[in-house]
């Protein structure tokens, strides 16, 4: 089996912690018929908060993802492209910490890219589905930021497009260093953006 599809031992926390002993879910469905129902009936919903912060242990006090585009940069139509794609993001998400493009093998990232960090779950959320349908042939990798560095680039880590292999090595003793928003922001920027 492929090192990358092993599974780490035992043990992960249980997906149910903090839903011990629950009343059972409903076993009917909603209106379209094949969607399941979930709400019980007369008990009190109070919704995720996972909507609003970031959940442990993914920081909550800096920027919580980091969305790392990856180009062939030794390829010309690559390049143009991860460039332009910088500068729309640049133009349309003002507000996250955009990082210069990096166009050579940097860190644990194996060919060009370039870096941007999101502060909230809504951000990331935003980020990722735009990039979804603006990355052309680019990868993206979407890792957290927690205190574990090769578990946050690993483990947590999810991709857009091609899977790239990360080098480990470089992050087994790396500690995340946790930066505000306001670190980053310019002293041009409205008020109306979200600083942190």
């Known amino acids: 089996m492929p090192s990358h599809l092993k599974m780490r031992p035992l043990p992960y926390s ?8 629950p009343p059972p879910l409903p076993t009917g469905f909603t209106s379209d018929g094949r969607s399941l129902d979930n709400f019980i009936p007369g008990q009190e919903y109070k ?7 970031f959940i442990d242990p993914i920081d909550n006090k800096g920027n919580g993802f980091d969305f790392h585009v990856y180009y062939m940069h030794t390829v010309p139509t690559h390049l143009e492209f991860a460039r332009k794609l910088h500068e729309r993001i640049r ?5 996250l910490r955009i990082y210069s493009m990096e166009e050579f093998p940097m860190g644990p990232h194996p060919t060009g890219s370039f870096e941007v960090d999101t502060f909230n779950p809504h951000e990331t959320g935003t980020l990722m589905t735009w990039l979804v349908v603006h ?11 927690t205190d574990d560095e090769l578990r ?13 292999p990360v080098n480990s090595d470089i992050l087994q003793h790396h500690r995340h ?20």
């Open 14 to 21: 249980s997906p149910l912690e903090g839903y011990e002993n």
């Open 47 to 53: 919704r995720s908060k996972a909507y609003d912060e």
């Open 91 to 95: 133009r349309e998400f003002p507000e």
């Open 135 to 145: 990355r052309g042939p680019l990868s993206v990798l979407i890792h957290p930021n």
């Open 152 to 164: 946050s680039h690993t483990e947590h880590a999810t991709w857009i497009g091609e899977r790239w």
């Open 177 to 196: 260093t946790t930066l505000p928003r306001s670190a980053s922001m310019s002293p041009s920027a409205p008020n109306n953006l979200g600083r942190n």
